[in-house]
């Protein structure tokens, strides 16, 4: 198991900047490729960005391509999503997720709780 805690949300303006954190805690962060998905209101989680367990792949949505980067500290059980150039279809609750063996089309085994991101215009 896995316990994963986001932080780092806020308030930005149009075009600025916010770097999120998702610490894990349990068992070895390292054996988890993690993700981050977003949940605007009234709609459906999306695909944000992903890094493979070594840090070696990322992934990210084309929404967010250029603006997002994502990157994992495994010495200290963190990955980042740096956001850069924020717009206001950005503003979503965001999740860090992770899975032990990701799969096309299957939802992560773990999830965190969430932290709120407002992109004001």
């Known amino acids: 198991q896995v316990q994963l805690l986001e932080s780092g949300g806020g308030l930005v303006q149009t075009g600025g900047s916010l770097r999120l954190s998702c610490a894990a805690s349990?068992?070895?962060?390292?054996?988890?490729?993690i993700g981050w998905f977003r949940q605007a209101p009234v709609k459906k989680r999306e695909f944000v960005a992903a890094?493979?367990?070594?840090?070696?792949?990322?992934y990210y949505a084309d929404s967010v391509k250029g603006r997002f980067t994502i990157s994992r500290d495994n010495a200290k059980n963190t990955v980042y999503l740096q956001m850069n150039s924020l717009k206001p279809g950005d503003t979503a609750v965001y999740y860090c997720s992770a899975q032990s063996h990701p799969t096309v089309g299957v939802p992560p085994n773990y999830w965190g709780k969430g932290t709120q991101i407002t992109v004001s215009s």
């Open positions: 349990g068992r070895t962060f390292s054996s988890y490729a």
């Open positions: 890094v493979s367990r070594s840090g070696d792949s990322t």
